[in-house]
Each structure stands twice: as structure tokens, then as C-alpha cells.
């Protein structure tokens, strides 16, 4: 009974700790003008949800990218749902790509990251800048979307560390009683 608490207590913590991070994350990526290069900014939410779902498994993963993509539909003041849906969808698949396909690495992870990053902003830019007959779509395009995704990868690196440290404290040996 105690083993049962114990592993219980211990899941809870390390779902606090993402969610204490991935808050932290949104207050980084909301913040204006922080970490700004010209119009574009590292993605935090996005590399955050990418690395939980790489150490935490497909399901765990999808629910909480979709969790991340909520918050970060909230506080982009958008269309609720969308961001969300794509991050459960993008966690999904890295999750299973990295077990099948993949060694659990920071270069493959960099990169897989970064093309979840390209994937998600040529969408946004997509459907909120090309479709709606903005004028400069490429333009915007080079100066938005391929700066930020390069922008996100420092970031991705870090969050990639961290959650493995997370991952890491508060694994559960099933041996142990």
C-alpha cells in the first residue's frame, strides 16, 4: 500500500513540476520584447510540450501539449483550440517517432523540434497572414517565421535538459516495493 501511495505522490510532483514550468514558459514567451530579435521570438510552449512527450510517453504527452497549446491560444488572445489541437497532434507523433525511429538525443531532438517549430508557424502564418490577403506575405514569412523557429532552438536545448531532469527524479522503479 505504501509503494502504491509513494508512486502516486511521485506522479503528482513531476506533473506539478511541468506545470510550474510550462506557467514559467508562458510567462517567457508572453512576455513583450523579451528575448526579441527583430519581429521574432523563441517559441517556449512549443519546445516545453515537444520534450515532455518525448520522456513521458504518446499519451501523457498529447494531453499535455494539448494542456500547453490551450495556454498558449489563452494568452495569444486567438481562436481557442487550434494551437492546441496541433500540439496534441505534433506531441503524439515526435513521442512515437522518438521510440520507434529515433535515440532519445538532444541533436535529434533539436531537430525534430525544430521542424514542429516550422510546422506550427507556417501554419499560423498560414491562416492568420497568407489566406486572410495580407500584403509582404514573404516578407513576413523571412522575417517572422524561419527567424523564430532558429530563435527556438537554444530554448528547445535548455527544455530538453530540463524535462529530462524532471523525467529522471521522479521515475518510478516497478521492481522496487
Same mark, same amino acid.
Given at each position: ?8 505522490? +511521485? ?5 506539478? @513540476? ?12 508572453t512576455t ?11 517559441? %517556449? ?27 498558449w491560444d489563452? !494568452? #495569444?488572445?486567438? !481562436? ?10 505534433? @506531441? $503524439?507523433?515526435?513521442?512515437? /517517432? ?10 535529434? $531532438? ?11 508557424? !507556417?501554419?499560423? %502564418?498560414?491562416? $492568420? ?5 495580407? +500584403? ?11 527567424? +523564430?523557429?532558429?530563435? !527556438?532552438?537554444?530554448?528547445? %536545448?535548455?527544455?530538453?535538459?530540463? #524535462? ?5 527524479? $521522479? ?5 522496487? /516495493?
Amino acid at each position: 500500500m505504501e509503494s502504491r501511495r509513494k508512486r502516486s505522490r +511521485s506522479q503528482l510532483f513531476k506533473w506539478g @513540476c511541468y506545470g510550474l514550468l510550462m506557467l514559467l514558459c508562458t510567462v517567457l514567451q508572453t512576455t513583450p520584447g523579451l528575448f526579441q530579435l527583430g519581429n521574432a521570438k523563441p517559441l %517556449w510552449l512549443l519546445p516545453l510540450a515537444l520534450a515532455a512527450a518525448v520522456f513521458e510517453g504518446e499519451f501523457a504527452g498529447a494531453l499535455f501539449g494539448a494542456v500547453c497549446g490551450l495556454m498558449w491560444d489563452y !494568452t #495569444a488572445g486567438r !481562436t481557442i483550440g487550434m494551437l492546441a489541437l496541433e500540439l496534441m497532434i505534433l @506531441c $503524439f507523433a515526435l513521442s512515437a /517517432v522518438v521510440q520507434l525511429y529515433f535515440k532519445t538525443s538532444v541533436p535529434n $531532438f533539436l531537430l525534430l523540434n525544430t521542424l514542429g517549430a516550422m510546422v506550427v508557424l !507556417t501554419l499560423d %502564418w498560414l491562416f $492568420f497572414y497568407y489566406m486572410p490577403g495580407y +500584403s509582404g506575405p514573404v516578407v513576413r514569412y523571412l522575417s517572422f517565421v524561419l527567424p +523564430s523557429a532558429v530563435l !527556438t532552438i537554444p530554448v528547445s %536545448w535548455l527544455l530538453f535538459r530540463v #524535462a529530462k531532469r524532471i523525467s529522471e527524479e $521522479f521515475k518510478i522503479d516497478n521492481g522496487v /516495493v
